[in-house]
């Protein structure tokens, strides 16, 4: 079992930058695969930024560039830097811990961009 709390979330003009924070507890947390998603009003959950135990990372398109996924196993934490942010980046911002059959979500955190 996983616990995950995000942080981090607020608002921002846009071009500015946050950084959301995610604490796991309740497990082992190098072994998770950790991901970013995101959701805004009407649309479906989708994938921000990945990384695995040791590192590789992926992206969204609309994010390359822009965020940054990172992670500390000894301070169970993962990170996502958020730079040159843009009204469309709003939504509700998700952590995920993934291994083998096991899938674990935070509580979410708002992201809000004015324009």
């Known amino acids: 079992q996983v616990q995950l709390v995000e942080s981090g979330g607020g608002l921002v003009q846009a071009g500015g930058s946050l950084r959301l924070s995610c604490a796991a507890s309740g497990s082992i947390f190098s072994i998770y695969v950790m991901g970013w998603y995101r959701q805004a009003p009407g649309r479906q959950r989708e994938l921000v930024a990945g990384?695995?135990?040791?590192?590789?990372?992926n992206y969204a398109d609309s994010v390359k560039g822009r965020f940054t996924i990172s992670r500390d196993n000894a301070k169970n934490t993962v990170y996502l830097q958020m730079n040159s942010l843009k009204p469309e980046d709003t939504a509700v911002y998700y952590c995920?811990?993934?291994?083998?059959?096991?899938?674990?979500w935070g509580q979410g955190t708002q992201v809000t961009v004015s324009s």
């Open positions: 995920n811990a993934a291994y083998s059959l096991y899938n674990y």
């Open positions: 990384i695995t135990r040791r590192g590789n990372t």
